[in-house]
């Protein structure tokens, strides 16, 4: 995140590492990373979806640090980013222009991307600007376009308070997961109850209206970058099926997770860590 005097901060001993460079400007907010692994091996930068933030990849991050410098961001109005009221600055295009500057500010110089859900369409619209940064693109769980959306019910359609209650939370989260009794994690309630109803709204219209501007798939298949899609065969939230409409970008690795749901991340660490290493090791060499 930045500081009030607008440098640049880090969590623990990565804020020795970060470099100085022209601060945000005052209407953007302050931006949460953190940094874990050695600062000399090649940048995985992990990307969130809407309502939760870097601790999700907490499982994760272990598995990643023996051989990448794994950055996380808490995108604008999650976590503990700022949570503007103002309506502009939750645009998709725009979260990618804030990560991008973020990225800019430590020094990075390429990264291999992973976008879980609606962080996997900020890091599409991240690559669409900055595709001498992104090397390689990662998607955990992302829908290609609002056709492969699974509408929810109506109970579940959104917390009828705010904040919502805890139950409210875990009945809307419930989706997010392959097994209807899955125990959602207190870190992602905490995570939902800590955004404002405005940033909650402004985030969901923006990924919706992302995706219906055109479809992921579509938007990568010009990029020429190395894709691999992970996809947990029990999402709830997307069309697992709808995986196969990566397949249009040259050279595309789907790989779909049997009984895991939309959140691979969580739901299943290992098998997820395994398939994304075996992808960064073979494009890692252009990542610093």
């Known amino acids: 995140m930045t500081t009030p005097d607008g440098q640049p901060h880090v969590n623990g001993d990565a804020e020795a590492e970060a470099t100085d460079s022209s601060p945000l400007s005052p209407d953007d907010g302050d931006i ?4 874990d692994g050695p600062r000399d091996a090649p940048a995985l930068l992990l990307i969130h979806g809407t309502a939760s933030s870097a601790r999700s990849w907490d499982m994760l991050v272990p598995m990643l640090t023996g051989s990448h410098r794994v950055i996380r961001v808490d995108l604008l109005g999650h976590g503990r980013s700022a949570k503007p009221a103002a309506d502009r600055g939750y645009e998709t295009p ?13 020094g990075v110089k390429h990264a291999i991307v992973v976008g879980h859900s609606s962080g996997g369409a900020v890091a599409t619209a991240l690559t669409e600007q900055r595709p001498d940064l992104v090397t390689a693109l990662a998607l955990v769980n992302t829908g290609p376009s609002m056709d492969a959306y699974i509408a929810p019910e109506s109970a579940a359609s959104g917390p009828s308070q705010w904040p919502p209650t805890d139950e409210q939370i875990r009945q809307l989260a419930s989706t997010g997961f392959g097994r209807a009794d899955y125990e959602i994690p207190q870190e992602f309630v905490d995570d939902l109850r800590g955004m404002t109803y405005h940033a909650f709204a402004a985030v969901m219209r923006a990924g919706r209206a992302y995706l219906e501007q055109r479809a992921l798939p579509d938007r990568l298949m010009v990029l020429g970058k190395p894709l691999l899609v ?17 397949r249009v970008v040259p050279g595309a690795k789907i ?16 098998r997820t860590a395994a398939l994304l290493l075996a992808f960064t090791a073979a494009h890692a060499a252009r990542a610093d």
């Open 230 to 246: 992970i996809f947990g065969e029990e999402d709830r939230r997307w069309r697992s099926s709808s995986a196969a409409d990566y």
């Open 32 to 35: 949460y990373l953190c940094q």
């Open 255 to 270: 790989e779909l997770l049997p009984g895991v749901g939309h959140s691979p991340i969580l739901e299943d660490p290992p």
């Open 94 to 106: 725009e979260q990618g222009r804030r990560v991008s500057v973020e990225l800019d500010r430590l």
